[in-house]
């Protein structure tokens, strides 16, 4: 696949973000870096933290 990206003059006067997705990015002009983070944002209380038992019995 070839992909040729043609630079123009961009002006952006303003920008109302209204909900996000689960995976999503918002970029607006040239960016030489990305950096990509995650919030876990469940409760502590919510957590259920036990032992790992298989999901198959083992033969």
Do not use: H, Y
Not at 22 to 41: A, E, H, K, W, Y
């Amino acid at each position: 696949m070839d992909l040729q990206v043609t630079n123009k003059e961009l002006a952006v006067g303003s920008i109302r973000v209204t909900g996000v997705a689960s995976s999503s990015v918002l970029i607006v002009g040239d960016t030489q870096v990305i950096n990509l983070s995650s919030v876990f944002d469940t409760p502590p209380e919510s957590l259920i933290i036990g032992p790992l038992v298989p999901l198959a019995a083992e033969r």
